[in-house]
């Protein structure tokens, strides 16, 4: 993971699912989500405990394949151990995935290698909200 390619995937991603987003305001996938929504990005939030409920003017869905039209990158808010399902889940939805991305403290070698294999960067152990600012210098 360099910083060319981190800056490469901020600034080509446009639509990304964050999954683990929670409605409380204090959560980290919460005011990051909602950072990344206020820099423009069309964030989807995803969480089955959550489903139906709205954070920063978006309807939380259950799970990726409920999302129409897909996304270019899946954020992970979801413990290490449990990165594989959700990788192979985005795997199914989004053939055309671009990015997974795990966020700080988040690293799962298997999940990153079979990612990869099809293709799709994978970022590992960073933020969205400190990458941007420090990469693109936006604020």
């Excluded at 985005?90 to 070698?109: C, K, V």
């Excluded at 990869?116 to 210098?137: S, T, Y």
Aim: include cysteine.
């Amino acid at each position: 993971m360099t910083d060319a390619l981190i800056k490469d995937v901020l600034t080509r991603t446009r639509r990304i699912a964050v999954v683990g987003v929670s409605p409380n305001p204090a959560r980290p996938s919460h005011y990051v989500s909602e950072y990344l929504a206020q820099k423009g990005y069309d964030v989807v939030p995803v969480n089955p405990v959550h489903a139906g409920k709205e954070v920063f003017g978006k309807t939380i869905v259950a799970t990726l394949a409920e999302i129409d039209p897909p996304v270019q990158m899946v954020d992970i808010f979801r413990r290490s151990e449990d990165v594989p399902p959700v990788v192979d889940e985005a795997l199914a939805a989004f053939p055309d995935l671009e990015t997974i991305w795990m966020q700080m403290g988040i690293t799962n070698a298997e999940a990153a290698a079979k990612a990869e294999a099809r293709g799709v960067d994978v970022i590992q152990d960073r933020c969205p909200k400190v990458e941007i600012p420090r990469l693109l210098g936006w604020a």
